[in-house]
């Protein structure tokens, strides 16, 4: 049998592994950052109209600019947002990696502050750019002025920015986010997945973008509004900035059907985002048992929450899989990460948990 040892792969893709998290049938599945509600019956139909009116027409492309898809999205997110501000592609990972290929690539680099999103360093590596991890402080925190004297450091091509942070949860001070937008030479990426969960007084970088043309904030339907099958992810900047990421874009790459459902999901956003007050419920429930039992808990913005279990976190994983309850081992030594979900969902979770108490 091949391998890939036995293929010209890129010397740099040797023994890597793929991005992925184990999808096992268990009882409860809090791995993967999903909302566990369903689409609710109403927005079920509304996207089947909407997918149907596009079917007799799918043999011509897709409207490559998705324009009435971006300015569904302005008209959402407010703040003054044009369309011509908003750019859509297949998930925010795709959105980033169209940044990465604009404005990273060979003899560029990108830095972050892990622990936070993992595929960021994927994709610099699939883009040819050279990524610099730079640490967080005490209890994953990150202030300006740590931020800052990384950035002046390494002077990167792009900066990653996380708000709320993937895997840890808390958002950023925008006092953070204005003194790296200070000093930075290139690109300031804002990731903002978890933004619709974020506590209340929580300020979005999106307050940000006047005045700053190097400044992306990019977002996601698959978390707040259950979309995680639609694949649906953006970014919101200058202008320039959308215009730069067309010139690496592929042809037609957000088919009319994406476009459709995700239009019909954006006209139901009440409806949709109806369970966002339902998860930050049950997130902060998680947070306060177990900070009640003991454990050591990262504050969180998002619909998960960080946790630690002592030394061996992967002993604790395999402890909570064996009672039915699969949650995520980031790679972080002596934490685990679990997601909010449902009542059922967190109370078979805390139940879990009392086995390694």
Known sequence: MTTLDDLPIRDDLRGRSPYGAPQLDVAVRLNTNENSYAVPEPVVEAIGKALAAELRDLNRYPDREAVALRADLAGYLGHGITADQVWAANGSNEIQQQLLQAFGG???????????????????LGTGTRWVPAQRGVDFGLTADEAVAEVRAHRPDVVFLCSPNNPTGTALDPAVVAAVLDVAPGMVVLDEAYAEFARPGTVSALTLLTGHPRLVVTRTMSKAFGFAGGRLGYLVA????????????LPYHLSSLTQAAARAAL?????????????????DRIVTTLRARGHRVADSDANFVLFAVGDDQSAAWRTLLDAGVLVRDVGLPGWLRVTAGTPAETDAFLTAMEKLS
Do not use: N, W
């Open 106 to 124: 060979p003899g560029r680099s990108a830095l972050g502050f892990v622990p936070a999103y993992s595929m960021h360093p994927l994709l610099s």
């Open 238 to 249: 200058d202008p320039a900035v959308v215009a730069a990421v067309q010139l690496v874009r």
């Open 267 to 283: 006209a139901h956003r009440d409806v949709l985002l109806g369970t966002v007050d339902a998860i930050k419920e049950q997130r």
